[in-house]
T-cell receptor
Framework: RKEVEQDPGPFNVPEGATVAFNCTYS??????FFWYRQDCRKEPKLLMS???SGNEDGRFTAQLNRASQYISLLIRDSKLSDSATYLC????????????FGTGTRLKVLA | DVKVTQSSRYLVKRTGEKVFLECVQD?????MFWYRQDPGLGLRLIYF???????EKGDIPEGYSVSREKKERFSLILESASTNQTSMYLC?????????????FGPGTRLTVL
């Protein structure tokens, strides 16, 4: 089983739709969680951290479910510019801090 | 604003050549990382460094070496490039390697080995 798993998609949604992605992780000792956004042929960029209590940044909401070992990202009122690949990142301690990246979920927002 | 730069955006090399990829960060970060990214495989850690002259193997170090002589610069070396090293190479840095540190990435180098 992969340490971090994501549905590769693509998720094709119309503008204005709400879309949600999940990311499951296998290591229960995982400590920190992030969502990154990666545009085609560009580097990943931090979208938002994921806090235990859940957090919101504009149209984006991230949640953590430690019991079921997954994080989620909800995008409301999708824009064409939201089209990208969304990577989840999990950090756990193994001597040093280890960053594990999911393979990403591709989102296409259609006009 | 953190800036991570990489020496080349695109590089074409021949099998057997020695290849140097350079990464520079301007925010005095302690930790630097080299990843490669391939379709369907995501980002895979090659090497990382938590201090000058220190290095640790990542998940796929074979065929690669690294050098960190200065805090701001982390080089990835392909001693003898092979076609299976054709990939997107991403450098990243973090301030101190804590559990809440986010990684800042350079723009990537797309390497093609012929």
């Amino acid at each position: 089983r992969k340490e971090v798993e994501q549905d590769p998609g693509p998720f094709n949604v119309p503008e204005g739709a709400t879309v949600a992605f999940n990311c499951t992780y296998s290591n229960s000792a995982s400590q920190s969680f992030f969502w990154y956004r990666q545009d085609c042929r560009k580097e990943p960029k931090l979208l938002m951290s994921v806090y235990s209590s859940g957090n919101e940044d504009g149209r984006f909401t991230a949640q953590l479910n430690r019991a079921s070992q997954y994080i989620s990202l909800l995008i409301r009122d999708s824009k064409l510019s939201d089209s990208a690949t969304y990577l989840c990142v999990v950090i756990f301690t193994s001597g040093t801090y280890k960053y594990i990246f999911g393979t990403g979920t591709r989102l296409k927002v259609l006009a | 604003d953190v800036k991570v730069t990489q020496s080349s955006r695109y590089l074409v090399k021949r099998t057997g050549e020695k290849v140097f990829l350079e990464c520079v960060q301007d925010m005095d970060h302690e930790n630097m990382f080299w990843y490669r990214q391939d379709p369907g495989l995501g980002l895979r850690l090659i090497y990382f460094s938590y201090d000058v002259k220190m290095k640790e193997k990542g998940d796929i170090p074979e065929g690669y070496s690294v050098s960190r002589e200065k805090k701001e610069r982390f080089s990835l070396i392909l001693e003898s490039a092979s076609t299976n090293q054709t990939s997107m190479y991403l450098c990243a840095s973090t301030p101190s390697g804590g559990a809440t540190d986010t990684q800042y990435f350079g723009p990537g180098t797309r390497l093609t080995v012929l």
